[in-house]
């Protein structure tokens, strides 16, 4: 078998196409080239793109200039596909038009395989490894990775979705919020919106009657305890219950008790609390020895910030060991009067945690959802693994437009082509 025709056999060319040259150049680089055009029989194939048009003959009209898309490389070696993209006329109606090229993939420059590769290393590395390994610049793969997240964004259907989780991701440590929204049933992120207050709750709402669904068919939506949040919820999602999850009332206990020790250590306390901050962020199961050791020797019960770390474990085990609702709503009660009683002994030195028990009152209802067993938010606790590997991925490219088309393609379960894996 002669090169041009391997190659078109390699290349799964139909009898409309054909490799006229297949040649290997050394400058400037060394890098395989396949010239392909389209044969006779392309032309009886095609029809005119107007339905209406009573078209019998397509014709060739002339040919686009010269065309490079770059394919997997053969034998380690750069491989590019070269074409002068054929423009057909319709007899009847004089329409002309390019006709599209069967190995083009959804960026302008690849080839449909070399995509899918592509977009598997992506997957796996961030983009700037897989622009090494790929010898593409980073420029090149980002717009090739939002041509395809772009094009499957808008194919998502979300007739289904009912079970909603919101979270707030930071690009940088406390700056610039993109608000992402989950589907809790599907796992998947459903959008993801710049800001942080209830107007991102209207932009979701808007996407979701772009894609089949309906803002009112939402019955459950799992969050934290931000007034924005519970505007945008009640405004935009009005049939939602809200669910407070668990994982942020943890995370608003565990911050109040990181200030009690922040201001107690400034007010006298320093060299006692010296090096203890992971003492008190840990769960006691997860201390080593040492920790442990260093734990007991502080006398918890004088300290504020004492007070402050077994308010936060009697919450985790309320958390932890509560099965029915009645006896959640009777432990949160009493978890909220022992707090009060507390504060009061130590006054100012544990007052975040007096505004922590306040807002857990006052939020009471929602939080208590969290035990009807009405929705699962394991996916929400797990988004900020996510957000940390989309970091990572998009490092160098921190806009809200590089960081929300790496969120899609990572956590949106989107119909992205990737190699089929031939490890399982
Ligand atoms: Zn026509």
């Known amino acids: 078998m002669i090169p041009e025709k391997a190659f078109e056999r390699l290349l799964g060319l139909d009898e409309c ?46 040919h686009a200039p010269v065309r490079v898309w770059r394919h997997l490389d053969a034998f380690g070696k750069r491989t590019e596909i070269l074409c002068e993209p054929p423009r057909a006329r319709c007899t009847a109606c004089q329409k002309v038009w390019r006709v599209p090229v069967p190995w ?28 090494d390994i790929l010898g593409e610049t980073d420029t090149r793969l980002w717009r090739l990775l939002f041509a395809h997240v772009d094009k499957a964004y808008a194919a998502l259907d979300l007739s289904e979705l009912v079970h909603v989780g919101v979270d707030e991701m930071s690009r940088r440590k406390g700056h610039h919020y993109l608000m992402v929204f989950a589907d ?85 306390a320093q060299t006692t609390l010296q090096k203890t901050i992971y003492l008190f962020r840990k769960n006691p199961e997860n201390l080593s020895e040492r920790e442990q050791e260093r734990l007991d020797e502080l006398d918890l019960k004088h300290l504020a910030t004492g007070q402050a770390y077994l308010i936060r474990l009697e919450l985790r085990d309320i958390y932890q060991h ?17 707090v009060r009683r507390k ?14 028990a306040h807002t857990v009152e006052q939020h009471l209802e929602g939080i208590l959802a969290h035990w009807s067993g009405w929705l699962s938010t394991a996916f929400l606790e797990g988004l900020n693994s996510v957000f940390s590997a989309v970091k990572r991925k998009a490092r160098g490219y921190r806009s809200s437009e590089y960081m929300i088309a790496m969120l899609y393609f990572v956590a949106g379960k989107l119909a992205i082509p990737s190699l089929p894996s031939h490890s399982k």
């Open 104 to 131: 083009e993939g959804e960026g302008k420059h690849f080839t449909r395989d070399f995509e899918a590769f592509a977009l598997t290393l992506m997957r796996e590395m961030p983009m700037t490894k897989a622009g």
């Open 322 to 338: 509560t099965i029915k609702p009645e006896r959640a709503r009777e432990r949160l009660e009493r978890w909220v009067k022992w």
């Open 343 to 356: 504060c009061e002994r130590f006054g100012e030195a544990l007052a975040p945690l007096l505004k922590v």
């Open 184 to 268: 809790l049933v599907q796992k998947r992120v459903v959008f993801a919106t710049e800001g942080k207050d209830h107007t991102t709750f209207q932009r979701f709402a808007a996407e979701i009657l772009q894609h089949n669904g309906h803002p009112k068919a939402i019955t459950a939506v799992a969050m934290d305890m931000s007034a924005a949040y519970q505007k945008g919820a009640r405004e935009e999602l009005g049939n939602a219950r809200i669910v407070i999850d668990p994982f942020h009332v943890s995370a608003l206990v565990s911050q109040a008790v990181d200030e009690v020790r922040r201001r107690e250590a400034a007010a006298g």
């Open 17 to 62: 196409w054909e490799v006229t040259a297949a040649e290997y150049e050394t400058d400037p680089i060394e890098c395989f080239m396949l010239i392909i055009r389209e044969t006779e029989k392309l032309w009886a194939k095609l029809v005119c793109p107007d339905a209406k048009c009573a078209c019998t003959q397509v014709v060739c009209h002339d």
